[in-house]
């Protein structure tokens, strides 16, 4: 049983902060990846930013200068500072980890928190 545990999200005026974390737990085995996914109403869930476990990272091109993504490895958690908040970014945002256990590939995902970014 593997669960995750997203905090941080909230309501915050345009230009403002806020700071996403994620905390993975129980039978994960090896982490290969870990991101954040965000769905706004109406439309499609997309990739905000994700780290490997080498630390390589990779953020949308709407969020690039703005968000970064950052893990702790010890403590299998994952965060997303997000800076220059904008309405468009209001959405609920679900955590994403990748894992390997056995030779098997896995994909969990967290219950999502929600940013509400007001003008």
């Known amino acids: 049983q593997v669960q995750l545990v997203e905090s941080g999200g909230g309501l915050v005026q345009a230009g403002g902060s806020l700071r996403l974390s994620c905390v993975a737990s129980?039978?994960?085995?090896?982490?290969?990846?870990m991101g954040w996914y965000r769905q706004a109403p109406g439309k499609q869930r997309e990739l905000v930013a994700r780290i490997t476990s080498g630390g390589s990272t990779n953020h949308a091109d709407s969020v690039k200068g703005r968000f970064t993504i950052s893990r702790d490895n010890a403590k299998n958690t994952v965060y997303l500072q997000m800076n220059s908040l904008k309405p468009e970014d209001t959405a609920v945002y679900y955590c994403n980890v990748e894992t390997i256990l056995s030779g098997v590939l896995y994909d969990y995902w967290g219950q999502g928190t929600q940013v509400t970014v007001s003008s």
């Open positions: 129980g039978s994960i085995g090896s982490i290969l990846a």
